[in-house]
């Protein structure tokens, strides 16, 4: 969650659940409603996910519209979507790693570069680097990435942990504690009909 959400909901923890699930799950607030696009969200069932009773959600959303900053912010937020879960389905790989906060730049830089100069092809790439909880980045690239590059990630002090989703069965022998491989044996193949 970003700086400024945590300075307006330091003293009500309850409205913090509520505001922290809008904002990861890019919910917007008009009109006193919870929209994903333009789209109404029950206010049921963002209490039941959240854990809070419906009346915090309420006092959340009326507290959210009586701040101009956080208005505009919410008004405009929108979900993002993302490869990530369905990669390994295309035969692609997702890169997930885990950055030192003060190095996220650089790091996120070589990174792309090492990427660049084995022609790997980038379909997707976002990352966070909030003030609290732990700087990542997501690359989703075509193909699969080859071990030199892996190897080359391994020995970069600035990543903290290293996660591939792939379909390759032959990269759970890379576990090392650094590395995470979540194997998805399912595969799409694409074929045209005549």
């Known amino acids: 969650m ?5 300075e307006y909901f330091r003293g009500y923890p309850a409205r913090k659940k509520v505001v922290k699930f809008l904002w990861e799950a890019g919910l917007s607030v008009k009109n006193g409603k919870i929209y994903v696009k333009d789209v109404e969200v029950p206010i049921t069932g963002i209490a039941e996910v959240t854990g809070v009773n419906r009346k915090i959600v309420y006092h959340t959303i009326e507290y959210i ?7 505009i912010l919410f008004e405009n937020l929108a979900p993002r979507q993302s490869l990530i879960s369905i990669a390994p389905l295309m035969g692609w790989e997702v890169l997930e ?3 030192s906060k003060k190095a996220y730049e650089s790091t ?9 100069k084995r022609r790997i092809r980038v379909i997707e790439i976002f990352g966070t680097n909030t003030y609290e909880g732990k700087a990542k980045v997501y690359i989703v690239i075509e193909g699969v990435l080859p071990f030199d590059m892996i190897a ?8 903290e942990k290293i996660v591939i989703r792939t379909s390759e069965k032959d990269k759970e022998k890379m576990i090392c504690p650094k590395c995470e491989v979540k194997y998805c044996p399912r595969k799409i193949s694409l074929t045209q009909r005549s």
Request: glycine residues 4%; positive net charge.
């Open 2 to 6: 970003i700086h400024i959400l945590e």
């Open 152 to 159: 080359e990630l391994k020995k970069t002090n600035t990543i």
């Open 108 to 116: 996120v830089a070589m990174v792309l570069n090492g990427l660049a």
């Open 65 to 71: 519209e009586s701040k101009p900053a956080l208005k």
């Open 97 to 99: 790693l885990t950055i």
